[in-house]
């Protein structure tokens, strides 16, 4: 299902979660190096280290307009 969504709309959060980027509200970070992701419904993901940095890269892609 990954390979389908387009990159620049979507990435994996966790193992378990693909995200929208337009769904993204705001980040937090963690002393432990995860991020909390939450969206505009309310609802909240946290992100493995292992996500961070490809969630940063898609992040500043879809800011840029890529």
Known sequence: MERD???NQFVRL?????ANLDELSRFEASFN???CVYFRS?????VSR???QGIKKA???KRKGL
């Open 33 to 35: 190096g995860t991020l």
């Open 5 to 7: 969504l387009p990159g």
């Open 50 to 52: 292992h996500y961070v």
């Open 14 to 18: 966790s193992k378990s979660v693909i």
């Open 42 to 46: 309310g609802e909240k993901e946290y």
């Open 59 to 61: 992040f500043q892609w």
